[in-house]
């Protein structure tokens, strides 16, 4: 199984969209992020692990899924890229390929020393685009094969199916 070990922050301080809304609603940032990772783990089939950080936030550690992606708020005094080593170092199998995705320099070479493949935070947001994009053909293409809603018919066979419909003969 391939699995995603994904930076959250990393990715909302760095695709575009998410950089904006972050201005706006931090909350609503991290929802949409894991979104579109929900929207790409369907496609792809990868497990999907987000990791958000919560260094200086008391308590606050918490795991749960949302639209089936996993999802990790650190616990205090640890930062997400040590929860990050430990899923690495934890899920690292001879069956399970683990990607992480960060632009973190220094977490990148960590993680690639525990036989983890990186991804920066602009590559993932091209794997992302292409999926997204792989998808709406994979929509229009199912669209066009599917039978056409209505049955065209002439006039003249349109007037007597309404007078039948009016109980008229």
Request: net charge negative; glycine share 6%; proline share 2%.
């Amino acid at each position: 199984m391939d699995i995603l070990i994904v930076d959250g922050y990393n990715m909302i301080g760095a695709w575009p969209e998410l950089v904006e809304l972050k201005q706006k609603d931090l909350g609503a940032a991290r929802d949409r992020l894991i979104e579109v990772l929900a929207e790409y783990q369907g496609f792809t089939g990868f497990r999907v692990i987000v990791v958000f950080d919560a260094y200086d936030v008391k308590g606050i550690e918490k795991r749960y899924k949302q639209h089936r992606v996993e999802v990790i708020y650190t616990k205090s005094e640890e930062t997400a890229d040590e929860r990050i080593e430990k899923l690495a170092n934890e899920l690292n199998s001879r069956t399970d390929q683990i990607y992480v995705a960060t632009s973190d320099f220094t977490e990148q070479w960590a993680i690639f020393g525990q036989g983890a493949l990186r991804l920066s935070a602009r590559e993932l947001l091209k794997e992302v685009l292409d999926t997204e994009r792989k998808i709406e053909k994979k929509v229009e293409i199912t669209q066009e094969k599917a039978p056409p809603r209505k049955i065209i018919l002439s006039q003249d066979v349109t007037e007597i199916f309404e007078k039948w419909r009016r109980g008229k003969k």
